[in-house]
């Protein structure tokens, strides 16, 4: 006859717990420090830095959404929000308080760590990518044209529709020519009012970076996706910090317009102090992330 205990799984002990989590850690560590290394590289020598262009005017439309988001929630409305080919961008608001100033490098340097701290789990990767896209699709049909962006979602998925279906080749011919016709016109009107409100590449570009990241979902392997994962983490992470590098500097030798000096003119604390606040609470968020991955005690069960 067999005991029970017999059936009952063997409890592993602690040597095979911790072998179990310090492969795991290994494993993230490698990929974490070859996204770093490759995103230093790639910032240091100019030619090579159009690679990171993408992923640099993703980075600002984080921080214009931040922006925006802040915005909504605080009650005012986003009257336009822009991003240009140099990676700078603009939202406006019809008003502002310090949430809406300090969202902008605060979201982005929070964004960054936590896509950090999620992108470690391989299986994550997919979904994180996913989420990504996803994001910037949103902020680009909220708030690009502000109240106005939802009105051009259904002429702009009409107008992909029928340039989709013009391809089909079970239609006849008559037909398929007259759809891209209609599909090619209405792109054309939507494409002119974009230029006349100064957001085409905002269009664009955020159309192109959402639909990028989903397909990257769907077309990398898992191991391929959670380096691209912590590449864009680190790219993000490297960008809030270069940023307020920069905004310290700006702030502490000129009277440049600024989120900083934004916050100076709402409180009467100079602009230079800002800079300094957000600058420390990024380098703290990303030491603590950083120090949760990979310094912190494993816990384990006895």
């Not at 994180?128 to 896209?133: D, H, K, N």
């Not at 109240?147 to 979602?153: E, I, R």
């Not at 590449?231 to 905004?247: G, N, Y």
Request: net charge positive.
């Amino acid at each position: 006859m067999h005991h029970p205990e017999e059936f009952l799984p063997r409890r592993p002990s602690l040597r095979e717990q911790v072998s179990t989590v310090a492969p795991s850690r290994n494993t993230s560590l490698i990929w974490l420090l070859l996204a770093t290394l490759l995103t230093v590289l790639l910032m240091s020598v100019p030619p090579l830095s159009v690679l990171t262009f993408p992923i640099r005017i993703f980075v600002t439309f984080i921080h214009e959404g931040s922006h925006a988001l802040a915005a909504v929630l605080s009650g005012y409305q986003v009257i336009r929000m822009t991003v240009h080919w140099d990676g700078s961008g603009l939202t406006l608001t019809n008003g502002q308080n310090w949430f809406v100033a300090s969202a902008g490098y605060l979201g982005t340097i929070l964004f960054g760590v936590w896509l950090l701290y999620q992108a470690q789990r391989r299986e994550r990767a997919g979904v994180l990518l996913v989420g990504s896209g996803m994001l910037v699709l949103l902020l680009t049909i909220l708030f690009v044209n502000g109240q106005a962006s939802w009105l051009m979602v259904l002429p702009l998925a009409l107008a992909a529709t029928l340039l989709l279906g013009s391809l089909r080749l079970k239609f006849s011919m008559p037909l398929r020519w007259g759809m891209l016709g209609a599909g090619s016109l209405l792109l054309c009107l939507l494409v002119g009012l974009c230029v006349l409100t100064g957001t085409l590449y905002s269009w664009v570009s955020g159309l192109g970076i959402g639909v990028s990241l989903i397909a990257l979902s769907v077309l990398t392997k898992p191991a391929a996706g959670q380096f691209t994962v912590n590449f864009l983490a680190v790219q993000c992470c490297l960008d809030a910090l270069s940023d307020l590098k920069t905004l310290f500097f700006l702030s502490a030798l000129t009277n440049v317009h600024s989120d900083a000096a934004n916050m100076a003119q709402m409180t009467g604390i100079p602009a230079v102090v800002w800079a300094t606040l957000w600058l420390a609470s990024s380098v703290f968020l990303l030491g603590l992330t950083l120090w949760l991955l990979f310094l912190r005690p494993t816990r384990t069960t006895a």
